[in-house]
């Protein structure tokens, strides 16, 4: 990936190979879903971030600040879940900032991470990115939780994939749609934490990643 961040910029993808994992959700807030993985981490004391549409935080205001409040990183996901690869840099700037104002509007501050919808990063978000203090985040493996392949198989896609230092996607919102359907990934949650203790692993926040890149 050393190429890539030569021309896009450097993305976090992966944490240290150690015992510990992490959990991000995308494309939310969700009223449903949302409100069901908070639930459950918190059941679980299980800490995760969720990189946020900024659309969606404006439909939702009083779901992103409960997010923050309950202790979990917020992300920027672009303003309209915009693909950025082919974005002129004010079209980029603009969906990252807009997003942030409605982030920061809701929690009380600004978000310092950063997620591209669909990994599509432009060559205008190294710069921007700085500029706003953003830490870039990709991510080690998805399982295409939104296509709703059911419940039990997303968890075994995740049981199957994990490994050390995993950065797990997993989506708790549609980028496109707000109101979209994502209760099979809030009802595959509990036994993907299951698998992962069973395996051996800690559920570490991503924020111990922020900033910790070439």
Not at 30 to 39: F, K, Q, Y
Not at 42 to 66: D, T
Not at 80 to 87: F, N
Request: overall charge neutral; hydrophobic content about 40%; proline content about 6%.
């Amino acid at each position: 990936m050393m190429g890539l961040d030569l021309i896009f910029g450097p993305s976090v993808e992966r944490g240290p190979r150690d015992h510990r994992i992490y959990l991000t959700f995308d494309d939310g807030p969700n009223e449903r879903a949302t409100e069901a993985i908070l639930e459950t981490l918190s059941i679980e004391r299980v800490p995760a971030a969720f990189f946020m549409v900024g659309a969606h935080v404006r439909r939702f205001p009083k779901l992103a600040l409960c997010v923050a409040d309950e202790g979990h990183a917020v992300g920027n996901h672009t303003e309209h879940h915009q693909k950025l690869l082919l974005s002129g840099r004010g079209t980029v700037r603009r969906e990252l900032r807009t997003a942030h104002e409605a982030i920061a509007g809701s929690i009380g501050y600004a978000p310092s991470a950063f997620r591209a919808p669909h990994g599509h990063r432009s060559v205008y978000l190294r710069s921007l990115a700085r500029d706003m203090g953003y830490t870039v985040f990709g991510w080690t493996f998805g399982v295409f939780d939104t296509a709703r392949p059911g419940v039990e198989e997303i968890r075994r896609r995740v049981r199957k994939r994990l490994r050390p230092g995993a950065i797990v996607l997993l989506h708790d919102g549609d980028g496109y749609d707000p109101e979209g359907d994502r209760m099979q990934t809030a009802n595959a949650l509990p036994g993907i934490l299951q698998d992962g203790r069973n395996a051996g692993f800690e559920f570490a926040p991503l924020s111990d990643l922020l900033n910790n890149h070439a």
